[in-house]
């Protein structure tokens, strides 16, 4: 009797086994299997490093994109601005990574000796981060997904994991092409769950939530002098990723996104502003010194300065931003213009940063007299 059981209760445990397996393997939600199953991915985000590792790996891509959810969700490797000598691109940007782990997907995209171009967005947040807690970041262990015993691990995480199993189903079930996440097969982030947010809540509501949010962590950081690049983790992380394509003789160009002209204010009430200025300059000197481009979009732009619609307007559709921190694809796509010809953005160099920072305060002070003169009255 007692042998019975326990074959009833062997068998059925292989038998949901196999199947959680057999699932995983179908809805391959991780992309662990290759790039087939169902189109949409609204829980790959769940092993985000590992699925754009296996991606990155399937995709052999001849430009790579680096950076946090700015470049993530900005910038999209199918766009048609990316020059066909330039494609495939890739983007192996991550939401809350430094660039520490960007650094491991670079290294194993120049073991495959397809690159041209690498491009990396350097968020402002991530050097304050790193000034503030430099004990956040340690030497990343990327895991040789070629080697047996690793890839029998990341079977298992992909199909016998409890996550994994609901998530499998997840990626079953959930077939709303216009509201779902997802991460497209080139490491892309359209942000559609942001769609139905705004068409409720409205842009203003977003951009509110975002702000407080952002205030949240100025506010628990300490101002420290972003001019000096010797103190900060994320300056050396950056030479050490510029040096491995100088290694490669792969050109390098590095971009401060377009951050909205709210999120510009924030940092300047929190009282970062001068070492936003001075970080500017540091970057440009850095640069220069390992001859790489870097390129400027900050500013109060026409695109920039976006009107975020009224409180009461549902219906109204921002065309560059989802919020004050990031912007959409469209707008990603003149950053990726920029990049191969004249237009917006300034090209920062040591002879021209602090002409920039000047730049950027006349266009302020033009924003704000327009907004005054626009106000209503009372």
Request: hydrophobic share 40%; net charge positive; proline share 5%.
């Amino acid at each position: 009797m007692w042998r019975r059981y326990f074959i009833a209760i062997a068998t059925t445990g292989a038998l949901l086994s196999v199947g959680a397996v057999c699932l995983g393997v179908y809805a391959n939600s991780y992309y662990v299997f290759g790039n087939g199953g169902p189109t949409l991915k609204p829980t790959a985000y769940n092993q985000a490093l590992m699925a754009k590792d296996y991606l990155l790996r399937r995709d052999h891509p001849a430009t790579l994109i680096l950076g946090n959810s700015r470049a993530e969700i900005g910038l999209n490797p199918e766009s048609t601005m990316w020059p066909k000598t330039y494609k495939p691109v890739f983007n192996a940007a991550m939401a809350g990574q430094a660039l520490e782990a960007e650094r491991g997907m670079l290294q194993h995209a120049l073991r495959e000796g397809h690159l041209k171009l690498v491009v990396v967005e350097l968020d402002f947040a991530d050097f304050i981060r790193s000034a503030n807690h430099k004990s956040e970041y340690k030497a990343t262990e990327w895991p040789d997904r070629t080697r047996f015993f690793q890839r029998m691990k990341d079977i298992g995480t992909a199909t016998l994991t409890i996550d994994a199993i609901r998530d499998n189903f997840s990626t079953l079930f959930n077939t709303d092409r216009q509201t779902s996440d997802t991460m497209t097969a080139q490491g892309f982030n359209p942000l559609r769950s942001y769609i139905p947010i705004e068409e409720r809540e409205g842009y203003q509501s977003v951009f509110a939530q975002r702000e407080h949010s952002n205030r949240e962590l100025y506010e628990a950081w300490s101002i420290r002098d972003m001019g000096d690049a010797s103190k900060n983790h994320e300056f050396a992380q950056l030479r050490k990723i510029i040096g491995l394509c100088s290694a490669k003789g792969i050109p390098v160009v590095l971009f401060i996104p377009p951050y909205h002209a709210q999120y510009l204010e924030l940092i300047r009430r929190e009282g970062f502003w001068p070492g936003f200025e001075k970080w500017k300059i540091a970057l440009s000197h850095l640069a220069s010194k390992d001859r790489v481009r870097l390129l400027d979009f900050t500013g109060y732009s026409s695109f920039t300065t976006e009107p975020v619609p009224p409180a009461n307007d549902r219906r109204t559709v921002m065309r560059w931003y989802w919020e004050a921190g990031h912007f959409k694809n469209a707008l990603g796509d003149r950053v990726i213009s920029r990049i191969f010809e004249d237009g917006w953005g300034t090209d920062l160099t040591p002879e021209t940063a602090s002409a920039n920072n000047r730049r950027v305060e006349t266009e302020r002070e033009a924003f704000l007299r327009k907004s005054r003169n626009e106000a209503p009255n009372g």
